[in-house]
């Protein structure tokens, strides 16, 4: 049997909220801290972050998904977008190819949304957003646009545990489940495996 379960991201966009999260995001780019990093790039203009990305969403791959935690996946399937590029640079990532090679296809805000609906469509049970920190605002942005197609699944921020609070903050009641990957207690080897001395501290 199948538990009804209603996301707080609903409540926020009928309140307004959504919109107004989305726009503070946008603003964030212009000179972004969108995380620890704070690359300051004008991503809106242009520019690549640290992050090598610019602010339209770049995906590799959609679909469902059922090699995750077995309640995200139940029956049919956890609904997977991977973003290309990553705020991070771990040396051993399994998705190499999309993380650092920048596999993958620009899509607008609407093409994310469809996106996000399709796999709803599809009987996922979530949509699991892997890699997603430098797409935020992306992501924030193009939810809107899917909660008024009708999507009604939860949301899964599966993401390498180098946040930044603000963001965070941002975030709170749009995500229901949060999947960091917590990788150093050791800030030499978050320096030398993934470019980010200040991981354990950040994380």
Do not use: W
Not at 57 to 64: K, R
Not at 172 to 190: C, H, L, N, R, S
């Amino acid at each position: 049997m199948r538990m009804a379960c209603t996301p707080s991201y609903i409540a926020l966009q009928e309140q307004g909220i959504l919109a107004a999260r989305a726009a503070a995001l946008g603003r964030i780019l212009e000179h972004c801290t969108l995380c620890p990093h704070r690359c300051g790039a004008d991503r809106t203009a242009g520019a690549r972050g640290k992050c090598r990305s610019g602010a339209l969403p770049v995906v590799s791959s959609v679909g469902a998904h059922f090699g995750e935690e077995s309640c995200l996946v139940g029956r049919g399937g956890s609904g997977t977008i991977f973003f290309t590029n990553c705020n991070l640079a771990c040396i051993f990532c399994q998705n190499y190819d999309i993380s650092h090679e920048g596999r993958g296809e620009e899509m607008g805000f609407d093409g994310l949304a469809e996106a996000m609906v399709a796999l709803q469509a599809k009987g996922c049970h979530n949509i699991n957003l892997v890699t997603p920190t430098h797409m935020t605002a992306a992501i924030v942005r193009a939810l809107p646009l899917a909660v008024e197609r009708g999507l009604r699944i939860p949301i899964v921020y599966n993401c390498g545990g180098y946040e930044s609070v603000e963001t965070l903050e941002l975030l709170d009641g749009i995500v229901d489940i949060y999947m960091p990957d917590f990788k150093y207690m050791d800030a030499e080897t978050g320096e030398r495996l993934s470019g980010a001395r200040d991981y354990p501290a950040v994380s």
